[in-house]
């Protein structure tokens, strides 16, 4: 009788998915959807100055903080990165995603270049970065409209900033063209995956090769 085989578990350190994009380009749709079939990921949820959007919820979305409390916070080194957007001020706080990282958790973020551009300088090594393209101006404007939780001054901002965001393309490790939201995701997907098995977050692999090593030199000697 041929013996049942044994399941290898291979303990890893869990990465930072960040997904960047302009407004409207959609990656919180993608993020979103991102946790449902991977419930397992952390979110990481960012403290902000902005106000409340009536879809929104606290805790859930963002932590809602007054610019006073974030000051408190930024100077304490208790975020690891902030950033202004639009005129307000968003940060991500360190203890959480430290800790998910180290019980072998991803983390995911979805966050501006700004942003990205700071959690670089701290854990690059930790960081799959993912900038999500818009298929069009045309298209990018029309989301914006679409999604009726902005003025249309602060549409026209967006969009002259899109130019300064999208600039930034060249500092991620991927782009993709969300042109249709379901091969993206299928794409981002499948980024996740090839991350998780990147040889250097493969923290079990050490003694399973010691175990190779010796088996082996037992059958040869």
């Given at each position: 009788m041929i013996p049942a085989r044994t399941e290898i578990s291979i303990a890893r350190r869990g990465l930072m998915l960040v997904l960047s994009s302009p407004s409207g380009a959609g990656k919180s749709t993608l993020a979103r959807l991102l946790l449902e079939k991977h419930p397992e990921i952390h979110l990481s949820v960012s403290v902000t100055?902005?106000?409340?959007?009536?879809?929104?919820?606290?805790g859930i979305h963002y932590?809602?903080?007054s610019r006073d409390r974030f000051e408190?916070?930024?100077?304490?080194?208790?975020?690891?990165?902030?950033?202004?957007?639009?005129?307000?001020?968003?940060g991500t706080p360190r203890e959480p995603v430290e800790a998910a990282?180290?019980?072998?958790?991803?983390?995911?973020?979805?966050?501006?270049?700004?942003?990205?551009?700071?959690?670089?300088?701290?854990?690059?090594?930790?960081?799959?970065?993912?900038?999500?393209?818009?298929?069009?101006?045309t298209e990018l404007k029309q989301r914006l409209e679409r999604r009726a939780e902005d003025a249309s001054?602060?549409?026209?901002?967006?969009?002259?900033?899109?130019?300064?965001?999208?600039?930034?393309?060249?500092?991620?490790?991927y782009v993709l063209v969300n042109q249709d939201l379901d091969?993206?995701?299928?794409?981002?997907?499948?980024?996740?995956?090839?991350?998780?098995?990147?040889?250097?977050?493969?923290?079990?692999?050490?003694?399973?090769?010691?175990?190779?090593?010796?088996?082996?030199?037992?059958?040869?000697?």
């Open positions: 100055t902005r106000e409340r959007r009536p879809s929104e919820v606290e932590h809602f903080v408190r916070l930024r100077d304490t080194n208790d975020l690891l990165e902030s950033a202004e957007v639009h005129g307000n001020f968003y990282l180290a019980a072998g958790r991803d983390v995911l973020f979805d966050i501006d270049y700004q942003g990205t551009l700071q959690l670089y300088e701290k854990m690059r090594s930790d960081i799959v970065g993912v900038f999500i393209l818009p298929p069009s101006a001054g602060v549409i026209e901002k967006r969009l002259k900033n899109a130019r300064t965001e999208i600039a930034h393309w060249t500092e991620y490790d091969r993206t995701f299928t794409s981002l997907r499948n980024i996740l995956a090839s991350e998780r098995l990147r040889r250097e977050r493969q923290l079990g692999l050490p003694p399973i090769i010691e175990r190779l090593d010796e088996e082996l030199a037992g059958l040869t000697d």
